[in-house]
């Protein structure tokens, strides 16, 4: 036997049995290394669980508590002023609300692309790991957005609740591809990215109920984005653990990610009718200042700043490289921004009809 086949041999050689369980682990995965360093911050995932996602019961705030109660013997008064309010709503802000309202309403799609992660799924339904308990609770408070806004929008009576039911049931069943890839790198990037994105647009919309004169939906955006926003610290709190032990990996998928477009979660939505549906919501949004190209550029400007990607050190040159491309970004998409949102101001925003306000304009 030659010393290269004794070598061979070792090599294939029969290991002990626990080497072979964590090989036949390690071999599940399409990114054993990600899976390896996502599991190493359990502990850390557990304690963001418990600190970052509100209680459950009693402690949390729920959908009724800023709806009319129709238990109470009052109800049709609560439910006049209610109404009242909603009147002042003008249709372009109804629009963007319900376009937020569908995209928040498709919430199975979202915990099943969270499943979808390597090392974060919940194999049994009900696992009490760490990451299992995090989708579930992110998904169980996620859940009362999409509620609360279905409910503010039947009890107003100002859209064909109809067609954007329709909208709804069309865009679960076409689903959506975040380009997660299964790799919870990219999930968490992506999280992070659109975590911040609905905060700001559900704060904006509560900026404009407000300046309408409808103090409820105000508040309610409001509350709404006040969870986007502890998802989003959440989410980029679990990047900050990923840079810490694979800051190469994380930059890779980053660089990799951006070199396309993050794509809306609402994307592929549909009342059946209208083939540009998605798009003329999305120009109503930035027509109105809700979620622009700006906001896009500046999330990712705020990403780069909240990772350090400028004084992280200990790249590989590979990594330099992608890390420089990275930084480059923002200030080129603010420029191509600012030049097409200058000019659609100038040529003016077209009005589209849609059929979720019964063919009215926005
Ligand atoms: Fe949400
Ligand atoms: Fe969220």
Redesign the pocket.
Known sequence: MTPKELESMKATAPKSKEEVTKEIARSRYLYPKHVEVIRDFEPFVDETTDKMLLETGENAWQPQDYLPDMTREDWAEQLKEFRGQAECVQDDTLVVLIGDMV??EA?PTYQTLLNTFEGCDDPNGDTQNSWARWSRGWTS??N???DLLNKYLYLGGRCDMRKVEETIQHLITSGFNPGAEQDPYRGFVYTSFQ?RA?KIS?GNVARLAKQNGDANLAKICAM?AG??GR?EKAYQSFCDKVIERDPDGFIDVFADMMKGQIVMPAELMTDGNDPKLYDNFATVAQKLGVYTAIDYAEILEFLLQRWDLENMTGLSAESDEKRDFLCRLPARYKKLATRSMNKAEKEGYESFPFSWIKGRTA
């Open positions: 995209t928040e919430l408070e996620e009362r957005h999409g975590e609905t559900h709404i969870d986007e998802h």
